[in-house]
């Protein structure tokens, strides 16, 4: 018997069993009395957490029977974590929340709060925010709970159903996954709670406080806070004194990104800037099968230096409610971060397919099910005489009937019908919003701005300075975007200070101020996380991965967190980003394969991201103003990749000859100059007949010499500079190759994974039917000093594998 207490049917009983066994009180409670003499709840207030905690339990139950014909995809539930329906009470509705899987009560109960206030309770909090007073008492915790009956979360639960079945008219994802979010409950949906979103949570609570601080200046002044201008203009989507609430698992604290989010909390509050973020670890002692040994996630969580420890056993819902708005009021008080470690219980296994019996053992699931925090819930109700057992029981019914009431109703919904309808949220691209966004910020730099503009340049503007490198080009590029974009921030490891390794943000300190432009701790996963934070509140982030291969400790949060948000919000939630990155190889003599590294199929791979790859110092600039455009007006995920070699290189064919530069154009030329994404660029060298080269980055420079030795030998080339590798520019790749029907494609990045396999791919599919051949880069990491010429392209061998094409 105890070894199936875990199935549906046996948790059902068991509750039922509880209520039928609960003794009355001697008196009845008026409900709008404290639940008990000195309880921060009244009687009605616990009969809406039980209210909330009884629609999660009973979605979880009808996730079980979904699944049971089919018809349910989606079975990771809540039973046991109801306890979290009291934190959701402590918290404002305005609140942001990142919120892990088994946050379910979490959510009906922030549902329902919403629906239950006027509608202009959340402007009248964005308004009525003002600094806080450090040696105030405690402020009273959330808003009130809302008014019980199953009608104040049958929005909620329609939601969660519909997550369940994948029907396309879920309000956040569109029937792409089962999460929970929306918009107008401040829910930030999360795809995997394991960890992967607490560096975004701390990068929201770094730019919930940046702005909160940029609006009590501007209420000084009258101004108050407006973030950008033009098509990406908008404003800071919470209240100034918001706090951001986080919430993950037990087993999560071991996760390397869940380490990195909280040290990074710790090191800015240590730094004395603040970090506005509850951290809410919802610990059942188990990661699926595997045990958190026995206090380990206290010690863990307690351990971490900057973020104060609040605990609470989710059992019991007025202590858990007393401790969550007193995390809650000393975050909002204090800006700094902390975590409240809340007990739970485990109930129904970790999913559909689970078998407790095969590591747990009967008397741990019966002390589990002693643990309820439902039964609890209701156990409180009755013994302080605000309900019976008989009334709970019905209202307990009545919710389960409507749920399989909107279950039935919801299975008959549309879903995704067609790919296309799938990736329509993914990324959406608007090149002609975008060049109208070019456009104007170019109007404004020689209209209105042109006097800021002057004098941030110290009143020598770059297109005066004469020819540029690759890296002036850039930094000029990013001064202008800062200009044109207030709400955008530049950081990374030595972008501030020291002006980056290579000199591309020298000065833009001095220019902008530390708030904008600003050094991180070492740790390419948070600089992102902070990067991803910093877009959800409005911001413009601008965050920089010091080497290419640094980022690959990373990259999760480019691919499962960045990526994902459009695609998993249909576009409510938009984190705009553009990462710059210094990366591929040939600084000769120095570094190895980590300040070489030519991998790039990782960025590829992740769909919707924007991977841009100047080579000259005409294209930096204009492709770098393509980007942040796109980011402010599509959303857009941008990487950035600059060829650290191409830096500071002036020359092509000759030392001395400078045409390795360019000049930086006025603002009245970026119109013109403007390069969209996913357009190639292409070098005419003789006739350019014979011959085509698709190649990037290094081998731009590399094409073009050996272009101009066959221009010698009487063979007109064509070279295809893709600029963009994703997307990749395959119309221009498909004229340009048809043009000559020979193409050489020229790869820095490695033969196996590289880009022009997928160059190759592009021609296929086209139909291209001329001769095609490739020089990469060898199948290895690249090594010190003059070893690497053995594994990387050179211009001859691009020479000669022209010859050889031509031959054929």
């Not at 049958?154 to 079945?165: C, K, N, S």
């Not at 730099?445 to 690759?470: D, H, I």
């Not at 991965?545 to 980022?551: D, G, K, P």
């Not at 698709?694 to 080339?717: D, K, P, Y």
């Amino acid at each position: 018997m105890l070894s199936d207490v875990t199935t549906p049917q046996d948790l059902d009983d068991r509750f039922r069993e509880t209520l039928a066994a609960l003794p009355a009180a001697e008196r009845r409670r008026d409900p709008a009395d404290p639940v008990t003499d000195d309880a921060p709840l009244t009687g009605a207030q616990v009969l809406d957490l039980f209210d909330a905690q009884v629609t999660s339990r009973q979605l979880d139950l009808a996730g079980r029977w979904l699944r049971s014909f089919g018809e349910g995809f989606y079975t990771i539930g809540s039973a046991g974590h109801e306890g979290n329906a009291a934190v959701a009470a402590a918290l404002r509705p305005t609140d942001p929340a990142l919120l892990h899987y088994r946050s379910g009560a979490f959510y009906c109960l922030r549902a329902a709060q919403v629906a239950d206030a006027p509608a202009s309770d959340a402007a009248d909090a964005s308004a009525s925010a003002v600094e806080p007073d450090p040696a105030a008492e405690p402020e009273p915790a959330g808003s009130e709970p809302p008014a019980g009956g199953f009608a104040a979360y049958a929005d909620a639960a329609r939601d969660v159903l519909r997550g369940m079945v994948a029907s396309s008219l879920d309000p956040i994802a569109g029937g792409r996954h089962k999460v929970f979010g929306r918009a107008d409950l401040a829910i930030v949906p999360t795809t995997s709670t394991i960890a992967s979103h607490l560096p975004r949570a701390v990068g929201m609570g770094l730019a919930v406080e940046r702005l909160r601080r940029l609006d009590s200046a501007g209420r000084r002044t009258g101004a108050g806070v407006r973030l950008g201008s033009g098509a990406g203009a908008t404003h800071a989507p919470w209240p100034p004194d918001a706090i951001v609430v986080c919430s993950f698992g037990d087993a999560s604290v071991n996760h390397a990104s869940a380490t990195a989010a909280f040290n990074t909390a710790g090191w800015y509050d240590h730094a004395g800037l603040r970090i506005p973020v509850l951290f809410v670890c919802e610990d059942n002692g188990l990661g699926i099968s595997v045990r958190s040994p026995e206090g380990w996630v206290e010690t863990t969580l307690r351990a971490k230096p900057g973020i104060r420890y609040f605990s609470a056993d989710g059992a019991d819902p007025v202590r858990t409610y007393e401790v969550a708005a007193e995390a809650a009021a000393w975050v909002r008080r204090n800006r700094r971060p902390a975590v409240l470690h809340l007990r739970t219980v485990r109930l129904m296994g970790h999913a559909g397919a689970d078998a407790e019996s095969a590591y747990r053992s009967p008397a741990e699931l019966a002390e589990d099910l002693d643990r309820d925090p439902v039964a609890a819930t209701a156990r409180l109700l009755v013994d302080s005489g605000v309900a019976t057992g008989e009334e709970l029981l019905a209202r307990y019914d009545e919710t389960g009937w409507q749920v399989r009431r909107l279950a039935e109703e919801v299975l008959g919904e549309p879903k995704l019908a067609s790919a296309a309808d799938v990736v329509s949220a993914l990324a959406p691209r608007r090149p002609v919003r975008v060049a109208r966004a070019v456009a104007d910020a170019a109007a404004r730099a020689s209209g209105p701005g042109a006097g800021a503009r002057a004098e941030a340049f110290g009143g020598k503007p770059p297109e005066l300075a004469g020819p540029m490198t690759l890296a002036q080009s850039i930094n000029a590029a990013l001064a202008d975007g800062m200009l044109d974009h207030p709400q955008m921030a530049l950081f990374g490891e030595d972008v501030a200070a020291k002006g980056g390794v290579y000199g591309v943000t020298k000065g833009l300190r001095d220019r902008f101020g530390a708030a904008r432009v600003f050094d991180t701790l070492l740790d390419e996963t948070s600089v992102l996380g902070l990067g991803l934070g910093a877009g959800l509140a409005g911001m413009l982030p601008v965050p920089e991965i010091q080497y290419l291969a640094y980022l690959h400790n990373a990259e999760d949060q480019l691919r499962g967190e960045a990526a994902t948000m459009r695609f998993f919000s249909q576009g409510a939630f938009r984190n705009p980003m553009v990462v710059r990155v210094a990366g591929l190889a040939y600084q000769e003599g120095f570094g190895g394969h980590f300040h070489n590294d030519n991998s790039v199929a990782v960025l590829r791979d992740v769909p919707g991201l924007v991977v841009a790859v100047p080579a000259r110092p005409d294209d930096a600039a204009p492709m770098l103003r393509t980007c942040l455009a796109s980011a402010a007006v599509d959303g857009s995920v941008c990487v950035f990749l600059e060829p650290i070699a191409l830096y500071h290189t002036r020359d092509l064919y000759a030392d001395g000859d400078g045409e390795w530069l360019a000049g930086y154009p006025e603002p009245g030329g970026w119109v013109a100059g403007h390069v969209p994404i996913g357009r190639a660029r292409v070098y005419r060298v003789g006739s350019a007949d014979d011959l085509t080269i698709i190649t990037f980055g290094n081998g731009v420079r590399m094409s073009l010499r050996a272009a101009a030795v066959l221009a010698e030998e009487g063979v007109g080339t064509r070279v295809v500079d893709l600029r963009w590798l994703a997307p990749l520019p395959v119309a221009d790749i498909i004229r340009e190759s048809s043009a000559t029907g020979r193409v050489l494609v020229v790869d820095e990045t490695r033969r196996s994974g590289g880009v022009g396999e997928g160059v190759i791919a592009a021609l296929v599919d086209a139909g291209y039917v001329g001769a095609a051949r490739r020089v990469a880069g060898v199948d290895s990491f690249v090594p010190l000093g003059p070893a690497a010429r053995h594994v990387l392209v050179s211009a001859e061998a691009i020479t000669d594998g022209a010859r050889t094409l031509l031959a054929r």
